[in-house]
């Protein structure tokens, strides 16, 4: 299969989803254009927010036409071995966080034994160097943009979220096909430099999907998508225009300093 480079919406299982009636919303979302069903794992211990076990998890399942990930928020995550339950669940990705413990390394071959897809997650305080030595086995580096992690509807923190999606676009360089996915406050407004700074193509977005609408009224949900969709595709190649606000942001604080 090619790797799929175009720009990815991935609406959240949580948040403003009906609780009761997952089926429906999976079904709502895909059928308006969701390209991703994102499943946030939460474990009231690394995040302050407790969410789903692997058999919620496996009764997504057959309802997710697309392709789900699952982000881990758990810690270890790989002892106890979550990790095969939730690929048993039926994730096609499973996304691990860098500080979730000691051995990130072992945990991506871990997800990898399972032959699901791997991807590894930073939180806002973690510079994006510390995962070179593991983007061979990443398929996928999350960007969290919002803190703490756990929780929909904060605010998107620029610009280090934008400045770390472009280290990591440059440490993957252009020959290697793994996904940026960027997760937390992605609306129309911050999705254009996100895309710009040279190379997120997957956006985690709840509250600017679900805003508005409902089982009973998807289309909103449709309209939220493309809205995203269009604000992505505008500044798309926007990695000029991303530099040039940098040079000029670097050279007013340069005349500042002097
Ligand atoms: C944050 C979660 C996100 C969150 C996104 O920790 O992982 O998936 O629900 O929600 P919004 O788009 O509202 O920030
Ligand atoms: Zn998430």
Redo the contacts with the bound molecule.
């Keep these: 299969m090619t790797f799929d480079r175009s720009i990815k919406i991935a609406p ?1 299982s ?2 403003s989803a009906d609780f009761a009636n997952f089926g429906q919303e999976i079904r709502a979302i895909e059928d308006q254009g969701a390209d991703w069903v ?1 499943v ?1 794992v ?1 474990d009231g211990h690394f ?1 302050p ?1 407790l969410t789903f076990g692997p058999p919620a998890v496996k009764a997504f399942r057959p309802h997710v036409k697309t392709f789900m990930d699952v ?1 881990l ?1 758990i810690a270890p995550p790989v002892d106890p071995p979550y990790i095969q339950a939730y690929a048993d669940a039926g994730a096609d990705m499973i996304v691990a966080h860098y500080e979730a413990g000691p051995h990130p390394h072992r945990t991506l071959q871990a997800i990898k034994a399972t032959g699901t897809k791997a991807g590894i997650s930073l939180n806002p305080g973690t510079p994006a160097s510390v995962i070179e030595h593991l983007l061979p086995l990443c398929d996928m580096v999350l960007v ?3 803190n ?7 605010k ?1 923190i620029p610009p280090s979220s934008v400045d770390k999606v472009r280290q990591v676009r440059e440490m993957i360089g252009g020959d290697r096909d793994i996904h940026i996915q960027v ?5 129309p407004t911050t999705i254009g430099p996100l895309v710009a700074a040279g190379g997120a193509d997957c956006f ?7 805003k508005g609408g409902s089982v009973d009224t998807p289309e909103v949900y449709g309209d939220n998508i493309r809205a995203l969709r269009a604000a992505a595709a505008k500044r798309r190649g926007g990695q000029s225009e991303h530099n040039a606000l940098r040079a000029s942001a670097k050279s007013r604080h340069r005349s500042r300093a002097a």
């Design positions: 959240p949580i948040l994102h946030d939460m995040v927010n982000h928020m969290m943009s919002v703490p992690p756990g929780f929909g509807g904060q998107f997760d937390g406050g992605v609306d985690v977005a709840g509250s600017a999907v679900f």
